[in-house]
């Protein structure tokens, strides 16, 4: 009966939401076609972005992307702080001894029985890492990277960006820290090497956006604009700082969510 | 009309997750969708100006709206941080009260667990 009464209610609150939305998503009123119009004849040369997303996020709105990376701080800080007191996070660099060990119960669940070793192989096995997915990866990283960092640097010309590169760096360090061997020691997938990344790349994108004062031009203004041979390097600079702290930031969350060690 | 009808039914499914669904992960995901279908709309929405791509190179006219697109940039990145505190709290809630059901963690919250 009561499982009734939560059905009705359901279709009740999705047809309402429907009725309220059904005009937002049907709506068919010509688009405003100024700002395109605009962007189209002079957005290329007020901020020499061929791409003009680029020319958006970091030439016109540039404001918006500061607030962006603050919400992107902010959010990677308080994650960090509720998984640390919930003792989730085995990571480099935080305070775990009040969590308890594994049991050797849940040891031999965690532990897959057939997962086998080769001679010489320096990887850790178990049931959610199988040797394919840790070799795959292991490999796989540092193309991601380099794929990554092409994105960010190549962004005012082609698709991509800092964001879109940062992500796509984040996910080379998830392949990382995936195929990591026990021998070696990854400096880029350690929380602590991580949030340091982050915290200097915000620290320069404030200086970068300090920059511009001293050339007259006004908080993130441009202060490259005089020199006509590199008219997107204001663009470039952003595009690799967002894209080491969005790549940093994202990262460093994967792998605490990653969790618990099994040594 | 028929990729916004189909919108619309991405939308109503995640709302439908986040209303009726009592696994707390289930929940996130239904936010999730929600978050997706209406940055796929404000893209529909810049895409109806043009039809090339907003990249200026020789040749390129009649360029789709960037403005909506540069907007949708921030809204997936903010995507990402709700759904990383969302799925942050509810691995804190799981942990203080062993369970995602929704209505379990009522019952163990007004118990005093």
């Known amino acids: ?263 | 009309m028929i990729e916004r009808i189909l919108l619309l039914g991405m939308f109503l499914i995640g709302f439908w997750g986040i209303v009726s669904r009592k696994n707390l992960i289930k929940k996130i995901f239904g936010l999730n969708i929600i978050n997706n279908s209406v940055v796929i709309l404000f893209v529909l929405e810049g895409s109806r100006a043009g039809s090339s791509a907003p990249i200026m190179e020789q040749g390129i006219s009649n360029i789709v709206d960037p403005v909506p697109q540069a907007l949708m940039l921030t809204a997936i990145v903010i995507g990402v941080c709700i759904s990383a505190l969302a799925l942050a709290l509810a691995f804190r809630l799981y942990k203080a009260t062993g369970t995602y059901n929704i209505q379990e963690i009522k019952r163990k919250v007004h118990n005093g667990f």
């Open chain 1, 1 to 263: 009966m009561k499982q009734k009464a939560i059905n009705v209610l359901t279709i009740i609150s999705l047809a309402s939401v429907t009725l309220v939305l059904l005009p937002l998503f049907l709506e068919n009123s010509p688009w405003p076609l100024s700002a395109r119009n605009y962007l189209e004849l002079h957005g290329v040369g007020d901020s020499g972005a061929i791409n003009l997303v680029s020319a958006i996020y970091l030439g016109f709105r540039v404001f918006d992307t500061l607030g962006e990376t603050i919400v992107l701080l902010t959010a990677v800080s308080g994650t960090i702080g509720v998984l640390t007191r919930a003792g989730a996070v085995l990571a480099e660099g935080y305070d775990t001894s009040g969590t308890p060990a594994l049991t050797e119960q849940e040891k031999k669940v965690i532990m897959d029985d057939h997962t086998f070793t080769l001679a010489g192989e320096k990887r850790r096995s178990h049931a959610l890492r199988t040797h394919l997915l840790e070799v795959v990866t292991g490999v796989l990283g540092p193309v991601v990277l380099l794929f990554g960092f092409y994105l960010m640097l190549y962004g005012h010309l082609s698709p991509g960006g800092g964001f879109q590169g940062g992500v796509v760096t984040a996910s080379g360090i998830i392949f990382l820290a995936l195929g990591n061997r026990i021998g070696a020691k990854n400096p880029l997938i350690r929380a602590s090497v991580l949030d340091r990344i982050e915290a200097a790349a915000f620290l320069l994108l404030i200086l970068a956006s300090l920059s511009g004062i001293l050339m007259g031009r006004g908080f993130f203004g441009n202060p490259l604009q005089d020199v006509t041979a590199i008219p997107a390097g204001y663009i470039i600079l952003l595009n690799g700082i967002i894209g080491l702290k969005v790549g940093a930031g994202i990262g460093f969350l994967c792998i605490a969510m990653v969790g618990r060690e099994i040594s």
